[in-house]
């Protein structure tokens, strides 16, 4: 199968084989396919054959699924679903993927709050490759257990359902603080809680490193930037912030969150390390009670391209944005939090589009996979405008002189190239069933 799998090319036009890095004597390095035979494909649903013959459905199923992992499948549970009675028996994994063996003295217990999310699952897998013991605790509000059962067992893994509005006890030597939902209809959803969790939850994180001693990382946000008066944006740019409009349970909640943290770090001597990330991308799907498509501009577009829908561009198409692939973003967190610097940082890609731009790259590779995959030329869709929300910023884009100069970090991944790797895996999931 491996003349068919996926190859990814980096910026340079080098074929990427890991993602990590090796330098300042810290190896972080892993190898991208076993990486890509958890996140890809963690868990994956077969059919059972039964009086039809499901047979030739089912090959298609697992070539598909190989081309993803390059015969890394011992490390997936496969279910197998049977339509006769409609039930579904799962299965565990036969072999958890291996991991580094550390000394107890580089091993670290590291926490990982919103640890079952988009950012926070790609962490997870990370963190756990590399050796480390991990804990995650979120209360699945809009992460889900499915992101990383695949861990579930290891002797080096830990899963707490836990809301950090409450305070929570634990020895650990780093904590990644992600718990806070990020796209727009989740944070909206509830905006009291939204507050509460960015400023109780990280006042509790804070309180737990500063009794630990642990070193504290939080995830902030291009949106302490606002709709922004100066482009790119630096970190020492203050923001143009509405402090009452809908968005600002957020955009607020995550300002207060920094003021937080630095309050720790001058009274207490916490060692604290700020990330604001900027626009990101990558394999997700919540499967919570909420919509699979959840309101991140480029799975709206990808699903909606999939299905052969119209796809929605909100305003003229002319605000821009840009999107780093969640690959490059936890190659800089983890620089980060392991660097001395304590400044804010942003983590984004400079490369910028409008998003009409953006639209039609989606589309046109969504036609290419398609083309790809299964030989079909299929039509292209319609791109349809509607009114574009309050307060959505016109333009944004990330100064990342800081990044690259403190940490030696810099978005390796193409727009393009993470974008395929998401249609095909969004693609499968739809051909599988599960979206
Ligand atoms: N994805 C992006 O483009 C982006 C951009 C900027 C900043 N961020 C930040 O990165 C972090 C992770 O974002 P994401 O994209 O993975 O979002 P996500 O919604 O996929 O993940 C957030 C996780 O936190 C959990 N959570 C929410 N409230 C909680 C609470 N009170 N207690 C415990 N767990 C809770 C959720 O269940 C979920 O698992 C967030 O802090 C977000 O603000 C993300």
Same mark, same amino acid.
């Given at each position: ?10 910026? %340079? *036009? ?36 039964? /009086?039809?013959? !499901? ?9 598909? =699924? ?31 993927? &291996?991991?580094?063996? @550390?000394? &107890? ?16 699952? =790609? ?6 490759? @590399? ?7 979120? /209360?699945?509000?809009?992460? %889900? ?22 305070? !929570? ?19 909206? !959803? ?16 804070? *309180? ?14 291009? #949106? ?7 482009? &790119?944006?630096? #970190?020492?740019?203050?923001? =143009? ?11 607020? *909640? ?14 207490? *001597? ?21 919509? $699979? ?6 799975? /709206? ?22 999107? +780093?692939?969640? =690959? ?11 660097s001395k610097e304590t400044r804010p940082v942003n983590i984004g890609n400079g490369d910028e589009f409008t998003i009409g731009d953006f639209a039609r790259l989606v589309r046109d590779t969504v036609k ?10 299929? $039509? ?6 509607? &009114? ?21 970090? +810099? ?18 999931? @739809? ?5």
């Amino acid at each position: 199968m491996a003349s068919s799998a996926i190859r990814v090319l980096d910026k %340079s *036009g080098q074929e990427i084989k890991t993602v990590g890095f090796n330098r300042f004597g810290f190896d972080c390095e892993v190898p991208i396919d076993v990486l890509r035979s958890l996140y890809l494909r963690p868990h994956y649903v077969l059919t059972a054959p039964s /009086n039809t013959d !499901f047979s030739q459905e089912d090959a298609k199923e697992e070539e598909l =699924h190989a081309k993803f992992t390059r015969g890394l499948s011992s490390y997936q549970s496969k279910s197998i679903f049977h339509p006769d009675t409609y039930s579904i028996s799962y299965t565990t994994l036969t072999r958890f993927p &291996p991991v580094k063996l @550390l000394s &107890p003295l580089e091993r670290k217990r590291i926490l990982v709050t919103g640890g079952a999310g988009f950012v926070g699952s =790609h962490l997870v897998d990370r963190l756990m490759l @590399l050796g480390h013991e991990v804990t995650v605790i979120d /209360n699945f509000f809009t992460g %889900s257990k499915t992101t990383i059962s695949h861990w579930i067992g290891h002797p080096n893994f830990e899963m707490v359902r836990h809301d950090v509005v409450e305070p !929570f006890m634990i020895e650990c030597d780093q904590i990644y603080h992600l718990a806070c939902p990020a796209s727009p209809p989740h944070y909206q !959803f509830n905006a009291v809680k939204t507050i509460k969790t960015s400023f109780m939850g990280t006042l509790n994180m804070l *309180g737990l490193a500063k009794r630990t001693k642990a070193r504290f990382l939080i995830t902030s946000t291009s #949106e302490v930037y606002g709709d922004p008066e100066v482009h &790119p944006q630096h #970190e020492d740019y203050w923001g =143009h912030v509405n402090p009452i409009g809908p968005r600002a349970c957020y955009d607020e *909640g995550k300002r207060v969150a920094e003021t937080l943290t630095y309050g720790f770090h001058r009274q207490d *001597g916490v060692d604290v390390r700020v990330a604001r990330i900027f626009n990101t991308y990558g394999t997700f799907i919540l499967l919570s009670h909420l919509n $699979p498509a959840d309101g991140r501009v480029v799975s /709206n577009f990808i699903m909606q391209a999939l299905r052969g829908e119209d796809m929605t561009v909100y305003g003229d198409g002319t605000q821009t944005r840009s999107f +780093q692939y969640i =690959h490059d973003l936890i190659d800089g967190l983890i620089a980060l939090m392991n660097s001395k610097e304590t400044r804010p940082v942003n983590i984004g890609n400079g490369d910028e589009f409008t998003i009409g731009d953006f639209a039609r790259l989606v589309r046109d590779t969504v036609k290419k996979v398609k083309k790809e995959d299964d030989g079909v030329e299929t $039509p292209p869709v319609n791109i349809i405008h509607k &009114p574009i929300p309050t307060d959505d910023p016109q333009k944004r884009r990330p100064d990342t002189s800081r990044a690259k100069e403190t940490l030696d970090w +810099q978005p390796r991944w193409t727009v393009e190239m993470g974008l395929e790797e998401m249609v095909r895996y969004y693609k499968a999931k @739809l051909t599988e069933g599960s979206l």
